[in-house]
């Protein structure tokens, strides 16, 4: 395998990072977003079955007041 050098392995990384397409403001927002609402539904969603088997397994054990 051949040797790296440091400035070999920045100049590479600079022609790399040339190649990369970076989102406009508007689709990391989009993004951003989206990824806050759907983790928040998702949360909602694990909340509520969570909160439904814990009522269940009280009502099950006769832990339930």
Known sequence: MAKTT???F???VKQEMSKVTW???KEALTGTVMVIVLSSLAAAFFFAVDWIFALVMKTILGLGG
């Open 6 to 8: 440091p400035a070999l």
């Open 10 to 12: 920045f100049r590479q």
């Open 23 to 25: 989102p406009s403001r």
